[in-house]
């Protein structure tokens, strides 16, 4: 009987193998089903997200900090050494200039696809000149609808009677209603209105995006008595417009 020991050694070679990536293989799993396992450099795969414009040491877990200084030894390091040390971890922290994540924008600049406000607050008169920037459509309508009713209607009024809510309950003042003291509003002094402000309403400009707000324009027009077709048709009375002030297009 001839027996082989070169193949005989490949076999342990190969079953030693398998015992191996199988032990690996168990080793890595747990009882928790989101538990990823044993990981290798999973800081290479899964960074860190941060908030854009905040310093990286203000929004870091303290626990990454205190691990990078484990890291260095800094329990049985000297006590004239530790400073040292801790500024070595802060240096982890300096992206940028005052160890921002991200760079603040140039002061001035534009957000690509936006257009500024052009009417300074205080030059109201000067709204009524702002034209409507997007079309009248069915869906900007419906859309201006759906906003309205989540950031407009708990105080104006589901039909802008400034009747809301909130003013039912007298926690407001009454605001003018669409289809009486506010129905020759024009699209500008609406749109300016939720950019700015008045009277008891503060400015909706941060939690209401350009878009967002022209289209609770057009759905406030309608409110105003304005036939949906015939502002989608364009067959609306223009707005007189004061002598001295430019018509622009632009809005915010």
Known sequence: MNISYQKIAQFAKSKL????????????????????????????????????????????????????????????????????????????????????????????????????????????????AVKMPIPYTETSLTEGKSYYEIFCDHCHGAKGDGKGPLVEKELFLKPPAYNGPAKDLSAGEIYYTIYYGKGM??????????????????????????????????NVPAVEMPTDTAVTDTAQ
């Open 17 to 128: 193998l398998v015992a191996a990536l199988a032990s690996i293989g168990l080793a890595s799993c747990t009882e928790d089903p989101n538990s990823p396992g044993i990981e290798f450099m999973p800081d290479m795969y899964r960074s860190t997200g941060y908030e854009a414009y905040l310093k990286k040491f203000d929004i870091d877990s303290t626990d990454f900090f205190d691990r990078n200084l484990e890291k260095l030894g800094y329990e049985e390091a000297a006590d004239s050494v530790k400073p040292e040390l801790v500024n070595e971890v802060a240096e982890l922290y300096k992206v940028f200039k005052g160890g921002l994540v991200t760079r603040k924008p140039v002061e001035g600049s534009i957000a690509q696809g936006k257009k500024p406000f052009t009417i300074e607050k205080g030059d109201r008169s000067l709204a009524k």
């Open 201 to 234: 309403m503060g400015s909706h400009a941060s939690q209401i995006s350009e878009d967002k707000r022209w289209k609770i324009v057009q759905y406030v027009q309608t409110l105003q008595g304005n036939k949906a077709e015939d502002l989608i048709s364009g």
